[in-house]
DNA sequence: TCCATGTAGATGCAGTTGCATCAATATTGG
DNA sequence: CCAATATTGATGCAACTGCATCTACATGGA
């Protein structure tokens, strides 16, 4: 727990410092960018692992700053289908640098840096398995 | 990030299933319980690597449930000591079995139960080298 | 002694979270 | 076809967090 308090943290600064949004957005923005066809907010919160109505207000807030454009879902008057814009598109990829500095700042240095790929196996398997890898190079 | 938070999760609604405080509370009884002579808000905030504002409130929830006492430091106006209340005691006592199951139950079964040590060590590599162990067994 | 600076801890405010619940649409069994 | 139930997503409320700032005491130097 403290381990992971003080990685996020340490990101949030960085973040913050560099007038960029939050970290939960930087995994919002990225799952949003990996369809382009579109995603509907049910099938994201298996994928972010985050409460249904953490996940509501956090789109709520992605749209409201423009990054996330919401449309209707076809065939289901129930969901809605959301889309990156262009500046959700823009500030994903600004954040990337930052973030991932800040991962590498955390973790240079120590055990867990040679051992990284060990490290995640381990985590892996406490998230219930779930998701495919989240790459998010670019 | 989503190791930690399903772990946290899990632990917090078993916690409050039982109608025990939340999780934070634990470590802060179990370090103040720990200094019987009575410990500081900034030497327990070292060593529960909380921010001052955050431990401040932690305290003052955890003083108005009864479960610790603030006391005056000699030789220094400022500051407080704080000791554990025996209700305080109890409910430590009483919410490690349910902290200890739910952790069992979200490792049984993992690569991560069999490598606890391992993992453990490269986490421990994270947070500044810090602290002594946590050993909250009794 | 007095002032400048440093440290301990508290707090107002705005934003976020968890919980419970709600409205709207979908689906299913009779 | 309709009522019962399930699913999707939103929201009121109370609690909690981060940030900036504040008060009170402490300490060191002129």
């Known amino acids: 727990m403290r381990a992971s308090r ?20 930087y995994d919002a923005l990225w799952e949003i960018e990996q369809a382009p066809e579109g995603i509907r907010p049910n099938a994201l919160e298996t994928r972010l692992l985050l ?12 749209v409201e700053a423009g990054y996330v454009a919401r ?5 289901d008057g129930r969901g809605q289908l959301l ?21 590498t700042r955390t973790f240079a240095g120590t055990r867990a840096e040679s051992e990284a790929a060990r490290l995640a196996a381990l985590l892996k398997g406490l998230t219930g398995e779930g998701r495919p890898p989240q790459p998010p190079i670019a």
């Open 6 to 25: 003080q990685v996020r943290e340490a990101v949030e600064r960085a973040l913050k410092a560099a007038g960029l949004p939050p970290l939960d957005w």
């Open 83 to 103: 889309h990156l814009t262009d500046a959700g598109r823009a500030v994903r990829r600004a954040m990337w640098p930052v973030y991932g500095a800040a991962l």
């Open 51 to 62: 409460p249904q109505y953490g996940l509501s207000r956090l789109i709520a807030r992605l």
């Open 71 to 75: 449309g209707p879902s076809p065939g």
